[in-house]
C-alpha cells in the first residue's frame, strides 16, 4: 500500500507535459505564383501545401533552422528559402506571401484579464478591414501583408471582413477567453485558426503532430499509475492468497 500512495504522490504532483514549454513551427503558402509548393525542414519533405494552406505546427527543437518552399515536381526545383531562429519556448509561422517569405513570431502567451488575441494574415489581392459588432478591430489591411496581434473580448459576434473593391464575408466565429486567433485571407477562402488555448499551442484538428508533441499531458502519466497500481494490488492479493490457502 505504500507503493500506491508513492505512485499517487506523483501523479498529484506532477504538472502537464504538454505546458507551453515547447518550440513549433508551421508554414504557410499565400503567394499565387504557385499552386502548390512542397515545404522542407532541415532537408526534410513535410508535405506538399495547396495555395492557400496553412500547415499544423511542429514541435522542434530549439536553434536554426532551414525553411524551404520547392516547386511540387519531379526534382522540386528550390524557390525560396530562409533561416529561422527559433527560441526556445516560442511559437512560428513562416509564410508565402507575394512569393517572399517570412518569419512570423506567434505570440501564444496567455492573454490578460480573461481577452483573447487575434492578428490578419491577408494572402488576399485586396486591401481590408476586419470590423466586429460595428467595431473595427484592424484597419487597413494591405494584400500580401499580416497585422500584430490585437486583443479583444470574447464572445460569438460574428467577424465582417471588408476587402475594398469585393463583396463584404461575414464569419460566423465563437472567440474564447485566453485564445490566440489568425484570420487567414486568401484569393481561395477565409478562415479563422486557433494558434493557442490557455498559453497552449493548438495544432490543427486538435491533433498534436511533428516532433514529439503529446496529444494530453495527463494521459501518458494516468496510464502508467494505473498499471502500476493494477499490478500492485495483484502481487499483493496474490501473496494473500498463496499465504491463506
Known amino acids: ?19 507551453a514549454t515547447g518550440t513549433y ?7 499565387k505564383d504557385q499552386a502548390r509548393v512542397d515545404a522542407v525542414l532541415d532537408g526534410v519533405k513535410l508535405g506538399t501545401l495547396d495555395y492557400a494552406d496553412l500547415d499544423t505546427y511542429r514541435r522542434v527543437e530549439p536553434g536554426e533552422h532551414v525553411v524551404e518552399f520547392r516547386m511540387s515536381e519531379p526534382g522540386s526545383p528550390l524557390l525560396r528559402s530562409l533561416t529561422v531562429q527559433a527560441g526556445s519556448g516560442k511559437a512560428y509561422t513562416v509564410v508565402d506571401l507575394a512569393s517572399t517569405m517570412k518569419v512570423l513570431e506567434d505570440d501564444v502567451s496567455l492573454p490578460a484579464n480573461g481577452q483573447a488575441r487575434l492578428r490578419v494574415i491577408n494572402g488576399g489581392d485586396a486591401e481590408m478591414d476586419l470590423v466586429r459588432a460595428g467595431v473595427s478591430v484592424h484597419r487597413a489591411v494591405q494584400a ?55 498559453a497552449e499551442v493548438v495544432p490543427g484538428g486538435g491533433q498534436e503532430t511533428g516532433f514529439g508533441g503529446m496529444a494530453g499531458g495527463w494521459d501518458w502519466l494516468t496510464a502508467l499509475v494505473i498499471t502500476l497500481i493494477v499490478g500492485v494490488a495483484m502481487y499483493s492479493v496474490r501473496g494473500r492468497l498463496f499465504r491463506f490457502g
Open 1 to 19: 500500500m505504500r507503493v500506491i500512495a508513492v505512485v499517487l504522490l506523483l501523479l498529484l504532483s506532477a504538472t502537464p507535459a504538454h505546458a
Open 25 to 31: 513551427l508551421r508554414f504557410g503558402h499565400f503567394s
Open 144 to 198: 500580401n501583408s499580416s497585422t500584430g496581434y490585437l486583443e479583444l473580448a470574447p464572445g460569438s459576434d460574428a467577424l465582417e471582413i471588408l476587402q475594398r473593391g469585393k463583396d463584404s464575408t461575414r464569419l460566423e466565429a465563437t472567440i474564447e477567453p485566453g485564445g490566440v486567433y489568425s484570420l487567414l485571407v486568401s484569393a481561395r477562402r477565409i478562415e479563422l485558426r486557433t494558434d493557442a488555448k490557455s
